[in-house]
């Protein structure tokens, strides 16, 4: 779906007039009205509003335009599971298991391997090749990157 499917749908969902919306968002109703008809989108700040607002991430109101993974374990991110920040707003860069009210879930790289070792394995695909996997993956991924390059400041 585009933006403007996105934006309309989730504001007739709630129940909002145009009107309504804009005064949430501190717009007019003729810019919610642009987005509506694909004129324009919401701006930066205009689009935290409204992912807050509607508890959706901002990569959702501008049509999935790329694929989110949890920067922590890699699982690929939907709205349903994102994390959120101790305030209420969404963080999309990490699942709600990785990271929860301001806190991350996994400290190191090695309980995070052993738990998805112990969970993920399967007769098709065995404890050891999930390790494999995790083990390669992790360390591409943001969380594991600010990670070390914190301890070697250290």
């Known amino acids: 779906m585009e933006p403007k499917e996105i934006l309309l749908q989730l504001r007739t969902g709630r129940g909002l007039s145009q009107e309504a919306l804009a005064e949430k968002v501190f717009v007019t109703r003729q810019a919610v009205s642009r987005w509506e008809n694909g004129e324009t989108v919401p701006n930066t700040e205009t689009l935290k509003l409204l992912s807050r607002l509607y508890d959706v991430s ?34 999309q860069d990490y699942c709600q298991w990785c990271y929860a009210g301001g806190e991350f879930t996994y400290h190191d790289m090695e309980s995070l391997v052993a738990f998805c070792e112990t969970h993920m394995a399967t007769p098709e695909w065995p404890a050891a090749q999930v390790r494999a996997h995790m083990e390669a993956l992790l360390p591409h991924l943001l969380h594991w990157q600010k990670h070390s390059d914190e301890n070697s400041q250290e």
């Open 58 to 91: 901002i990569n959702t109101l501008l049509g999935s335009p790329r694929k989110l993974v949890c920067q922590c374990c890699g699982m690929p991110l939907e709205d349903a599971i994102l994390s959120h920040e101790p305030d209420g707003a969404i963080n």
